[in-house]
């Protein structure tokens, strides 16, 4: 399967190179070019170097070198459909296959990512206007939420009803099941996954919303939380909710703060440390690591101060060897986590 040449000509001169690369490390100009150290290899003196003008960098250490495209082939472990597609994406342009076949399946991922999007909003809508959810903004307000956050976060409820939300979109069921949304239950009716939970959207380093992670009122029954099955879009062993906002702070400091919990993540925020991230209802996977390498090689755990917390750091610290990384552990006062201490001690 492939692109359409014009279309790649297209991406590949809407495309700021120095922009993509620029959040995965820091760059500085340097006369008519740009340098800074190299993302694909350790080093303390910069070796790598950016033409914006040509579109091409290349490092003189390890002698990576080559175009946006072929960056973030690199970094993302992309094909080359999927590094064409990830550039259009940031630029707005609408892209032609050369196989029907293959193109009617990147229609239908993004499709779903239309499906899990059009959740998202109607999930923050109701949030923000629906009489139903009033306890849920109460609560919300009562651990520090403001406006502006639930706007930010993007923060919805899900109603305590079987299926307000897939008749009120009319997603098929092929849809609801592929992203997780929905299931047909044993009257043969399709019914919605999440339902008197707070939604916190869980999006993939590209700001795509791939699941939603659900918290219920304290005192609603079930379990406290309630995440996403894995689904065409979402596997909790790959996806760590906040990368998309944490990402460029990542770079610009050097280190990623990971944590437990949704609300630990805009904690870490709210106390002027924009780079945390949270595993999604799982421990910390060698994959997760993976990831984050493409950002920075210093993970600072910050778990719950309590036995679980410290048992999951000291499972990480063996890791430091494995994958060239660096791990720090934040010593939390015990019993606390970060998301309370952001309001009562945020210093």
């Known amino acids: 399967m492939g692109i359409v040449d014009e279309d790649i000509g297209r991406v590949r001169e809407a495309t700021d190179i120095v922009a993509v690369i620029s959040q995965y490390t820091q760059l500085k100009r340097v006369g008519q070019r740009w340098s800074g150290l190299c993302p694909f290899h350790a080093e303390k003196s910069p070796s790598f170097s950016v033409n914006s003008e040509e579109g091409?960098?290349?490092?003189?250490?390890?002698?990576?070198?080559?175009?946006?495209?072929?960056?973030?082939?690199?970094?993302?472990?992309?094909?080359?459909?999927?590094?064409?597609?990830?550039?259009?994406?940031?630029?707005?342009?609408?892209?032609?296959?050369?196989?029907?076949?293959?193109?009617?399946?990147?229609?239908?991922?993004?499709?779903?990512?239309?499906?899990?999007?059009?959740?998202?909003?109607?999930?923050?809508?109701?949030?923000?206007?629906?009489?139903d959810a009033a306890a849920a903004r109460k609560y919300l307000r009562g651990r520090g939420f403001d406006a502006e956050e639930v706007a930010r976060y993007r923060i919805g409820w899900a109603p305590d009803g079987w299926d307000l939300m897939v008749r009120s979109l009319k997603i098929s069921q092929s849809d609801l099941e592929a992203t997780g949304l929905g299931m047909k239950n044993k009257a043969g009716r399709l019914q919605d996954f999440f339902r008197a939970r707070i939604l916190f959207p869980i999006m993939d380093e590209r700001g795509r919303v791939v699941g939603f992670g659900g918290r219920k009122l304290p005192d609603a029954d079930g379990p406290k939380y309630q995440n996403s099955r894995d689904n065409e879009l979402y596997n909790k062993s790959k996806v760590l909710y906040g990368l998309n906002w944490a990402k460029a702070d990542a770079v610009n400091h050097g280190e990623v703060v990971i944590c437990e919990g949704y609300t630990d993540v805009i904690g870490f925020a709210r106390a002027g440390i924009p780079r945390a991230v949270a595993t999604c209802g799982t421990a910390l996977t060698e994959d997760h690591v993976r990831q984050l390498k493409r950002f920075t090689r210093r993970l600072v755990l910050a778990y719950d101060g309590d036995d679980a917390g410290q048992a999951a750091s000291d499972r990480v610290y063996a890791w430091e060897r494995t994958h060239d990384i660096e791990v720090a552990v934040v010593a939390l006062p015990p019993g606390s986590d970060p998301d309370e201490l952001a309001r009562t001690s945020p210093e």
Do not use: M, N
């Open 56 to 131: 091409f960098y290349h490092c003189f250490g390890c002698k990576a070198s080559g175009d946006a495209i072929t960056f973030l082939r690199e970094k993302e472990q992309l094909d080359f459909v999927g590094a064409v597609e990830a550039l259009a994406s940031r630029a707005g342009i609408t892209l032609r296959y050369t196989e029907r076949d293959e193109g009617e399946g990147r229609k239908r991922q993004a499709r779903l990512f239309e499906v899990t999007e059009s959740a998202a909003g109607w999930y923050h809508d109701r949030l923000r206007t629906s009489p």
